[in-house]
Every structure is written in C-alpha cells, then in structure tokens.
C-alpha cells in the first residue's frame, strides 16, 4: 500500500489519533449557516438549512447524516463552494471555500461519480493528473498506487469505464478524489455499490487516510457504516442539527442486558417476582433482563444469594440507527 504523504501535517498528528478532538485544528467552521431556495417570482422560499453550527477538526472522520431532504446535499454543496447560503458563515481552512488555496487542498468523491466512458482509469487519473499540473512520470507513479491502494484489479485498468460496475466506478471516483494528495477529503455515499468485500476495503482505505493525519467528511445513509468509522457524527432534519457529538456520546453505554442461569429452587422464583425481577424460562435455563448495570447487579447478587449458577450476560447497546431514528421522529417527521 502507498503511504499517504502530507508535508503540511505535523509528525505527531500523523502518527495516530491519540491528540483529544477538541484540542485539534479547526478545518471545517460553520456558524449559523443559512440557505433558503427561492424559486423565480416566487415570494415564499425552501428553507433547506436552519442556522446550522458545526465544527470538523484534523485528523478525524466526520459523518453528515440525514433523512432525504434534511439538508445533507445542501451543506455539502455550501462546503465545496458551489451554492452561497443565504446567511451565516462558513470557512475552510480559515479561508471562503471558493478560494482557490482551499480547492487546491481537497478531494471530491460524488455520489455516482461520472467519466468520459471511453477511458480506461488509467486515462481518467491522467487528464486529471495534467489539471493538477503533474508531469508524466508522476501521474503514471500516482496513477498506479493510488488504483492499488483503491483496491481496482490490474486487468480491469486498462478496461473502457463504460464497461464498469458501478463499484468499480467508484473505486475510480475514490481514486480521482485522492490524486492530489489532499488535506480533507469529502466523500458522499462512498460506499454505494460495493459488495461487502469492496465496502471493507473501502472503509479500510478511509482509515488510512484518516491514520495519516487527513481529514474526511463522510454522507451516508449506511449508517452501520457511520458508526464503524465516524469520530463525531452530525444528525440533520429539515435543516437542522438534532444531534451532535462523538458516536460513543451518540450510542451511549449498553442499556439492556440478557442474564442467564440455572439452579433455581421454585420458592427462589417466586422470590424474584416479588422483587420484580423479570424472567422467562428459556432452553431449560432462566433468563432475566436488567435495563441498566444497577439492574444487572441486582439480578447477579440475587442469583448469587439463591445459590443458583450464572452461565452468561449479554449486554445490548443502542446502535446509531436507532439514535438517528429516534431523533428524527422527535424533530416531527415520521
């Protein structure tokens, strides 16, 4: 695998993701960004985002999340600088991103990314190559470990991408997106198309350039995803933030727990459903349920004081699924 190179990333923020967040560099600001469609001789507008304040540092993995039209594409489209908001403010490396500084230090992968279909990857990363500006020599070095490091199979390179899955596509889109070695990469459903052996290697890839002191900023609806490899997660709905922080801060702890035992007298039952500790019978075992790891104490020191035997405890946490869903319907949809 190629190593990712930055000689703008200080040595101790490539090595690993041991810097705390919120004492990292500020990459990505947003204050109270607005933005309000207004259709022509319209008078009423669609509010697509609502004073929306978020915050990306170096070195992590960002995720965008959101139910159709909550504002995720809108965002994006503010953070590349192709739509102006309406109000608020937003700044890429302490720069407007439409500054020509700030384009030259990201990388771009679109949903369903688009090429002239009578290239093979090969030419593709070439034309880009010659915007960037890289001589021959370079773009057929660049060209060669970044289609490695993609994971696009040696015989398909030399393929027409009119013959190309959609996978294979967005390795390419991937590959395109990494070309100039960028600071901050934006990636929208990445994903998308890969069977589950593509998704892990392109998740895998992603970790890499986020281990070498890059920053991402990931849209998904694969939310399993997400939370695989996500930092800090963003949860929007009709425009605004409903939800905000790390992905442990986000699941929480494990709030259910299985408990199962065996060698319980019938008096011992009838014991526990005085105290109210739920049970069923199960494969011949007694299964309880604890809501939290006070509950979980309770229910083993009472297995314990009856004499009884605990073979297993399962504990169950929130999944980011369920933390977008419900918060979702809190906002008022669904």
């Known amino acids: 695998m190629p190593q990712i190179q930055d000689a703008t990333v200080p040595a101790e923020a490539k090595s690993s993701n041991s810097v705390p967040t919120a004492a990292r560099e500020v990459i990505i600001q947003t204050n109270g960004l607005n933005k309000t469609y207004r259709p022509a001789f319209s008078r009423t507008g669609k509010i697509a985002l609502h004073s929306l304040t978020i915050d990306v540092r170096r070195g992590e993995i960002f995720g965008l999340v959101g139910p159709n039209g909550s504002g995720k594409t809108t965002t994006l489209k503010t953070l590349l600088g192709l739509i102006k908001p309406t109000g608020g403010s937003v700044e890429i490396f302490g720069r407007g991103p439409r500054d020509v500084a700030v384009k030259q230090r990201i990388g771009f992968l679109p949903d369903g990314p688009y090429f002239y279909d009578h290239l093979n990857s090969y030419e593709v990363l070439d034309f880009y190559g010659k915007l960037f500006g890289y001589s021959k020599e370079v773009r057929r070095q660049k ?44 990636l929208d459903e990445p994903t998308t198309g890969l069977d589950p052996i593509g998704a892990r290697e392109m998740k895998d890839t992603i970790l890499r350039v986020r281990d070498a002191g ?69 494969n011949g075992h007694i299964k309880f349920e604890a809501q939290s790891s006070e509950g979980l104490q309770t229910v083993l020191r009472f297995i314990n004081d009856q004499n009884a035997r605990t073979l297993d405890v399962k504990g169950y946490s929130e999944t980011l699924e369920d933390v977008f869903v419900r918060s979702v319907k809190s906002d008022g949809r669904g």
Do not use: W
Not at 166 to 171: A, D, E, L, P, V
């Open 143 to 186: 060209s060669e470990e970044i289609l490695d490091m993609v994971g696009l199979n040696k015989a398909d390179r030399n393929r027409v991408i009119r013959t190309y899955s959609k996978g294979m596509m967005q390795r390419v889109g991937l590959a395109q997106a990494l070309l100039n070695d960028p600071d901050l990469l934006f």
């Open 214 to 282: 890059k920053t991402v900023l990931l849209c998904s609806h694969l939310l399993a995803d997400v939370q695989a490899i996500c930092d800090r997660v963003a949860i929007l709905s009709e425009g605004k933030l409903v939800k905000f922080g790390t992905v442990p801060e986000l699941v929480g702890p494990s709030q259910h727990f299985e408990i199962f035992a065996e060698g319980f007298s019938d008096a011992a039952l009838s014991k526990a459903q005085t105290m109210n500790l739920p049970f069923e019978r199960e």
